[in-house]
């Protein structure tokens, strides 16, 4: 997945920084992960730009889809809940 958000775009604040990554990001792994992160925090602008900036600026981390019925829990141990998706959760770290 591409993270990479092109100079002219950083700029952008609030939803249209948020509009940019979910709709016109080169990258549809990306765009893909944002649509489930605005999902989770309940269409929250502020949290979604938020967590899209952290992404970007720790790289070593990313956003975690957890599916209790199929996944160890071990995967989530010390990550931060990020909000609920269908039939799981989503998670930074």
Do not use: Q
């Amino acid at each position: 997945m591409d993270i990479a958000i092109a100079e002219e775009k950083k700029s952008l604040k609030g939803k249209d920084f948020v509009a940019y990554c979910l709709f016109d990001h080169p990258d549809k792994e990306f765009r893909k992960n944002v649509h489930a992160l605005y999902y989770a925090v309940v269409y929250d602008i502020d949290k979604t730009e938020k967590y899209i900036r952290r992404i970007i600026g720790e790289p070593d981390k990313s956003l975690i889809w957890y599916y209790p019925a199929h996944d160890n829990a071990d995967m989530i141990k010390g990550k931060e809940f990020v909000g609920t998706v269908l039939d799981g959760g989503l998670y930074f770290g």
